[in-house]
């Protein structure tokens, strides 16, 4: 079956600090991966996301890059601020078989 | 663009009460929707996906007589938890899934069971 296995949280950084949030998943066939984050008192949004290995998703500075290779889906940022901070997850997507499946949840907090 | 409501945004019942939850997908269109439920400790587990037209497919260890979902439209998903129990209380989230495999999610909705 489809899993997500996401680093254990939580994580602390000082503003600026670099950022890497761990994620690697397995499944069945080729599916598409995501990191979606929750802020607090929001919804779930995306955040970024790649369809096929290789592609690299981007927004508001971070990035990750689809290797199945690895099979990861890792989460980076350069720099990151106050309001960074939130619960971010990393999802794969598997249409053909119906499957959503969420890692656990990394909740980041950023200090000024 | 993308927008999606569930209804209520909380509710309060007392045991053995059936709760009908709605998922809407405001300015598109949704074969396909999942149901979530948030745990305290932030992890969203897949209940069931629910197709239009067709019966939800649902994940192991859910009971499909106990939340039962129905996705009348392409626009409308609803999760009905018949006899609700103490346990059944959490965070039910609700997803459409859009363009290129992407989830939009409502904002959920807070279920306790007296």
């Known amino acids: 079956g489809n899993s997500v296995t996401q680093m254990e949280g939580p994580v602390t950084l000082s503003e600026e600090a670099f950022l890497t949030i761990n994620c690697t998943y397995t499944?069945?066939?080729?599916?598409?991966l995501f990191w979606y984050v929750q802020y607090p008192g929001e919804g779930l949004q995306l955040l970024l996301k790649a369809t096929k290995a290789d592609d690299k998703g981007s927004n508001k500075g971070f990035e990750a890059t689809y290797r199945k290779e690895t099979t990861s889906f890792h989460l980076e940022k350069g720099s990151v601020q106050v309001s960074d901070s939130a619960v971010y997850f990393c999802a794969l997507i598997n249409t053909n078989a119906g499957k959503s499946t969420f890692g656990d949840g990394t909740t980041l907090t950023v200090k000024p | 663009g993308a927008v999606v409501s569930q209804h209520p945004s909380w509710v309060i019942c007392k045991s053995g009460t059936s709760v009908k939850i709605e998922c809407r997908s405001l300015d598109f269109q949704a074969t396909t929707m999942f149901w979530y439920r948030q745990f305290p400790k932030q992890s969203l587990m897949l209940m069931a996906t629910s197709n239009e037209g067709s019966k939800a497919t649902y994940e192991q260890g859910v009971e499909k007589d106990k939340f039962l979902i129905n996705h009348a439209s392409l626009t409308l998903s609803t999760l009905t938890v018949t006899s609700a129990h103490p346990e059944d209380s959490s965070f039910y989230i609700c997803s459409a899934l859009g363009d290129q495999e992407t989830q939009y999610f409502g904002p959920g909705t807070r279920l306790l069971v007296l």
């Open positions: 499944a069945t066939g080729y599916p598409s």
